[in-house]
């Protein structure tokens, strides 16, 4: 299993890497560690290092026939002077306008927009909030509401996130 996360989220990885560069192509991702259910990375492209963890959900649930990849992504950008932006892909469009929401332990953070296929914290204080939940937490899950209205759950094990936050922060520079 780990395997197989292993080689999708280098994929995933890869994927980012290639829309973050814009003049030049990305090295290519390079694996930093495997930290229990968290896997982190960083890459070197035209504008800087950029550093990631990502993890797929434990479980997903919804009454859906088919759902494309799920996972989180918190990422560091030193050149940008950006750090903790977390991003969450649902596997399907969300319905716009519909809020998702986010609870670690008994903390709920629905400060989150969407845009097609993806989720964002609206600022740089709801990042740190879901940073800071995530890095006390043991688990994390996200409800949103498809483009034709299912409602989906998935629960992160938040295992290892402590360990891959801090290999991005000595990758990228951050204290």
């Not at 509401?145 to 094990?157: A, F, L």
């Not at 290892?160 to 801090?166: I, L, N, P, T």
Request: proline share 3%; net charge positive.
């Amino acid at each position: 299993m780990l395997k197989a996360k292993y080689i999708f989220l280098s994929s995933l990885v890869l994927s980012l890497c290639a829309t973050a560069a814009e003049s030049s192509a990305p090295k290519g991702p390079q694996l930093i560690g495997e930290y229990r259910d968290w896997v982190a990375y960083y890459a070197d492209d035209s504008q800087g290092r950029i550093c990631y963890i990502a993890s797929t959900p434990k479980k997903d649930e919804g009454k859906y026939t088919k759902r494309g990849d799920i996972y989180v992504v918190v990422t560091h950008r030193p050149s940008e002077h950006s750090f903790d932006v977390v991003n969450f892909v649902a596997g399907y469009n969300y319905k716009p306008g519909a809020k998702v929401q986010v609870k670690i332990g008994t903390q709920t953070i629905s400060d989150i927009f969407t845009d097609g296929d993806k989720a964002w914290a609206v600022n740089e204080t709801a990042d740190k909030e879901l940073v800071d939940a995530m890095k006390k937490g043991q688990r994390m899950i996200v409800r949103g509401v498809s483009s034709k209205g299912t409602e989906t759950k998935d629960t992160y094990s938040l295992s290892g996130f402590m360990s891959a936050y801090k290999a991005i922060n000595a990758k990228c520079g951050r204290k």
